[in-house]
């Protein structure tokens, strides 16, 4: 992620069983001010879900959040759709 550019992951958890239909998206972005943003969505599936920002004045640690959050939902289900 050199040069403020922006990434993101988008996840799905689907459990038909559990009536279970998710998605988790996590994105980042500079800011305006010179940091960098980790913008995560949630929800189920077909709605707009909820919105966390957190927000960086390294762009190591907004890409070391994205990494450890991805791989917290991966270990519970998440799967690329």
Same mark, same amino acid.
């Given at each position: 992620?050199?040069?403020?550019?922006?990434?993101?992951?988008?996840?799905?958890?689907?459990?038909?069983?559990?009536?279970?239909?998710?998605?988790?998206?996590?994105?980042?972005?500079? =800011? &305006?001010?010179?940091?960098?943003?980790?913008? #995560?969505?949630? *929800?189920?599936?077909?709605?707009?879900?909820?919105?966390?920002?957190?927000?960086?004045?390294?762009?190591?640690?907004?890409?070391? =959040? &994205?990494?450890?959050?991805?791989?917290?939902? #991966?270990?519970? *289900?998440?799967?690329?759709?």
């Amino acid at each position: 992620m050199q040069g403020k550019q922006t990434a993101s992951v988008h996840l799905h958890r689907i459990d038909p069983e559990r009536n279970m239909y998710r998605f988790y998206l996590l994105t980042v972005q500079p =800011t &305006l001010f010179g940091g960098v943003s980790v913008i #995560r969505n949630w *929800g189920r599936i077909g709605s707009s879900g909820q919105t966390m920002v957190q927000t960086f004045e390294a762009e190591y640690d907004a890409a070391a =959040t &994205l990494l450890r959050v991805e791989r917290e939902k #991966r270990r519970k *289900g998440y799967r690329e759709p």
